[in-house]
C-alpha cells in the first residue's frame, strides 16, 4: 500500500506516516519500481499500535518500542504489561479525580441554590449570626474541623456547631491538623445530634453519605446541604501519612467554606467578613 493508503488505514495524515518514519518509530518503506513508498500490513498494525499507546500518553520512542515488543511477543512481555498496568492506574486516578470534581461541581450548585435570598422566607440569620450545623458519622474529624474552621474565619457573622450520628471522640489528627492553622481545638468534645435538638439553624450541612442517610428531624425551617468528604480516619498508613489525610480536609473545607460562607452571608443581607486563612 501507498502512504495515502497507509495514512488514511491508521487514521493519520501522509505527512505524520513521515513523521514517524523520521523519528525512527516506523521503519523506513520500501520502494518500488517506480519510486514510490512501498508498506505493508505489518507497518500498518505497527503504526496502529503505535498511535493507540500515543494515545494513553506514551512519547513516540516509547510508543514505538512497546508496539515491537508486543508484535515480537504478544501483550504478556513484562514490559507491555508494566507499562499497561501503569496507565490503567493512572486511567483509574484521573476516573476518581473527575469523579470528585463532579461531586464538588454538584456541591456548589446546591450550595449556590440553597443560600438563594427568598424575600418570603427571611433568615433568622438577618438579625443574628448565620446558625450552621456540620454533621458527620462520629463527630471527630470533618464535622469538627469545619465547625472549627467556620468559628475562625466566618467571624460573628456565624455561629458554627457540630455534632456526629455516633460520637466516639475527638481525633488527635484533627487537633494536629487545626494547630498546624493557629487554631486551637484541644478542648472540644464530641457531641450527638441529639444533643444539639433543641437548637434551630439556618444551615444543616452533612458531611457523609451515613450523617445525610441518618440525620434525625430537626426543628425549625432550614436548608440542607449535602458535602462529600472522604473520611481521613478511614487512612492508614505512617503518622505522616494519616496526619497528611486531615491536611487535605482542612484546605477542601476552606475550599466549600468561602463560597457558601459569601454566599450565606448574601442571603441574610451583609457583606460577607469571612477572612482568608493565613499561611
Known amino acids: 500500500m501507498n502512504v495515502s493508503q497507509l495514512a488514511r488505514s491508521a487514521g493519520l495524515s501522509p505527512s505524520g506516516v513521515r513523521w514517524y518514519e523520521t523519528v525512527g518509530v516506523l521503519p523506513a518503506a520500501s520502494r518500488n519500481q517506480n519510486g514510490y513508498r512501498e508498506y505493508s500490513d505489518q507497518d500498518l498494525r505497527l503504526l496502529q499500535l503505535v498511535t493507540t499507546l500515543r494515545r494513553v500518553g506514551l512519547a513516540p520512542a516509547d510508543a514505538g518500542r512497546l508496539a515491537r515488543l508486543c508484535m515480537e511477543h504478544g501483550a504478556a512481555d513484562p514490559a507491555v504489561s508494566s507499562v499497561l498496568a501503569e496507565h490503567r492506574q493512572a486511567v483509574s486516578r484521573r476516573r476518581e479525580e473527575l469523579g470528585r470534581l ?25 438579625q443574628g449570626p448565620i446558625s450552621t450545623l456540620f454533621l458527620c458519622n462520629g463527630n471527630s474529624g470533618r464535622s469538627q474541623i469545619a465547625e472549627a474552621l467556620l468559628r475562625r474565619y466566618g467571624g460573628t457573622d456565624f455561629d458554627a456547631r457540630s455534632a456526629g450520628i455516633t460520637p466516639r471522640g475527638i481525633s488527635p489528627m484533627a487537633v494536629r491538623a487545626l494547630a498546624e492553622g493557629g487554631i486551637d481545638w484541644s478542648g472540644a468534645r464530641s457531641k450527638c445530634v441529639d444533643e444539639l435538638a433543641h437548637l434551630t439553624f439556618d444551615y444543616v450541612i452533612t458531611l457523609s453519605d451515613a450523617a445525610r442517610e441518618q440525620c434525625p428531624e430537626l426543628p425549625g425551617p432550614h436548608n440542607s446541604l449535602h458535602w462529600r468528604l472522604e473520611d481521613p480516619a478511614e487512612v492508614t498508613g505512617t503518622e505522616a501519612v494519616r496526619l497528611q489525610a486531615y491536611r487535605r480536609t482542612v484546605d477542601e473545607l476552606m475550599l466549600r467554606l468561602r463560597p457558601f460562607a459569601e454566599l450565606a452571608a448574601h442571603a441574610a443581607g451583609r457583606t460577607s467578613t469571612f477572612r482568608t486563612r493565613l499561611n
Open 102 to 126: 463532579e461531586a464538588e461541581l454538584g456541591d456548589l450548585e446546591a450550595t449556590i441554590a440553597e443560600t438563594r435570598p427568598d424575600p418570603k422566607t427571611p433568615r433568622s440569620g438577618a
